[in-house]
């Protein structure tokens, strides 16, 4: 008995979002050429992107990228993260209300069915639970899904995370996602840091054809 009420109350592993990502995150056949556990290593460019978003102490991180590059896969690693390792209450906006039903549809349903640590956390079958296609409640949080095209979809909202992700800036050549922790951390100092990951590309000039160069960071203190 005093065995199980240890192991009932040892607080979990200390994990990066990365590392959570790695452990526990499954991939929907329906979204993904290669279902099954995902792995961090095969697109390497996106581990700071997620540790840093996982940091207490990173207010603001900004994304600037081409095109399939994963940055709805990272999305769900952060939407999966904030249900079940730090629970807070999210708010992810899409471009439209449409896009976003169509997001929670094919992509989060998907995940929160096939990832087991997410599995039990949100109840779909009882009319009480008050989960919707637009809201999924989960214990310590919920995750509410809006569109930018709907300003009052944003009003009265506690949130702590905030994950967008808009499509028009850049001239549509790319695409900018943004994560914003709305609530300070303790020991947060007086600066909140923004950060921009830049993916470079180099073409060949003979087959046409385009490979991803280094990624560079750029981290820099603003004022608050």
Not at 95 to 115: C, E, N, V
């Amino acid at each position: 008995m005093l065995a199980r009420c240890v192991a009932t109350l040892k607080p979990p592993p200390e994990l990066t979002l990365s590392q959570w990502a790695d452990r526990y995150r499954m991939l929907s056949a329906e979204s993904s050429a290669e279902p099954g556990r995902w792995h961090t290593d095969k697109a390497p460019y996106q581990r700071e992107i997620m540790d840093a978003i996982g940091d207490a102490h990173i207010r603001r991180v900004v994304i600037m990228c081409a095109a399939q590059l994963g940055k709805t896969e990272l999305l769900l690693n952060i939407l999966g993260y904030f249900m079940a390792y730090a629970p807070a209450p999210i708010l992810v906006m899409q471009p439209t209300l449409d896009m976003g039903q169509t997001f929670s549809k094919d992509r989060l349903a998907p995940m929160i069915r096939d990832t087991p640590v997410l599995r039990g956390l949100v109840d779909v079958k009882s009319r009480y639970a008050g989960n919707t296609i637009l809201k999924k409640n989960f214990p310590g949080g919920h995750i509410t899904i809006v569109g930018a095209n709907s300003a009052t979809g944003l009003a009265s909202r506690p949130i702590k995370i905030w994950p967008r992700l808009l499509f028009v800036l850049n001239g549509g050549r790319g695409l900018f996602c943004y994560a914003e922790r709305l609530t300070k951390a303790p020991q947060t100092a007086i600066f909140e840091w923004y950060c921009v990951l830049k993916l470079h590309r180099t073409a060949e000039a003979d087959t046409g054809s385009a490979d991803i160069g280094e990624e560079e960071t750029q981290c820099e203190p603003i004022s608050t």
